[in-house]
């Protein structure tokens, strides 16, 4: 059973279009988190999100948490090539770091 | 920011031999650290924790007599693959950090290789 359940696992896009990534539970979090890892390297902190419904803005990414903070959204708008990898929300159920099961993006120029 | 130090990036070793990692933080003391796997195209799966002057604890199914992990120093944490076997190949990553819950910084990684 994933207590972080991540969708969708593979999305292909054109360059200029905008997707969505939902991170899902049916346990609370005190705060989720995404990550960006590409190939060969380790996890990179895009962003934590603590308050439920709280909003937070990267450049071009979005960020949700729910109301209930069981839920968590990725929105990238225009996606570019360079936004290609794997995308991971991660939470903290009981002070060990956990992962949902990744978003491999790809972005085709 | 703080940064996680991960040695060696990538090991090729043969089978029956053992492989030490060691992740270390650089700038900040870390009395917790965590150590994952992880396949091609999957996603992280934590195999320990590490805890600093103590016993690490294991995830289920972690075999503790098979990767031996040491936390002496609130700077540095290793994982020793022992008795390795090709199945054990894949990408070790640790982690640090998260202080209040906070973002973790991760190593770059290790790709083991058993031949």
């Known amino acids: 059973t994933q207590l972080l359940e991540q969708s969708p696992q593979f999305l292909s896009i054109q360059e200029g279009e905008n997707l969505t990534v939902y991170c899902n539970s049916s346990s609370v979090f005190s705060s989720l988190q995404w990550y960006r890892q590409e190939p060969g390297e380790g996890p990179v902190l895009l962003v934590t999100v603590v308050t439920g419904g709280e909003v937070k803005k990267l450049k071009r990414l979005t960020f949700q948490f729910g109301d209930a903070r069981k839920d968590s959204s990725l929105h990238i708008t225009a996606a570019q090539p360079g936004d290609t990898g794997l995308y991971l929300c991660a939470g903290l159920p009981t002070g060990k770091l956990i992962f949902g099961q990744g978003t491999t993006l790809q972005v085709k120029p | 920011g703080a940064v996680v130090s991960q040695h060696p990036s990538r090991v090729i070793c043969k089978s029956g031999t053992s492989v030490k990692i060691e992740c270390r933080s650089l700038d900040f003391q870390a009395t917790t650290m965590f150590w994952y796997r992880q396949f091609p195209k999957q996603s992280l799966m934590l195999m320990a924790t590490?805890?600093?002057?103590?016993?690490?604890?294991?995830e289920q199914g972690v075999e503790k007599d098979k990767f031996l992990i040491n936390h002496a120093s609130l700077t540095l944490s290793t994982l020793t693959v022992t008795s390795a076997h090709p199945e054990d190949s894949s990408f070790y990553i640790c982690?640090?950090?998260?202080?209040?819950?906070?973002?973790?910084?991760f190593g770059s990684g290790t790709r083991l290789t058993v031949v």
């Open positions: 590490s805890n600093e002057g103590s016993k690490a604890t294991y």
């Open positions: 982690s640090a950090g998260g202080s209040k819950g906070y973002g973790y910084t």
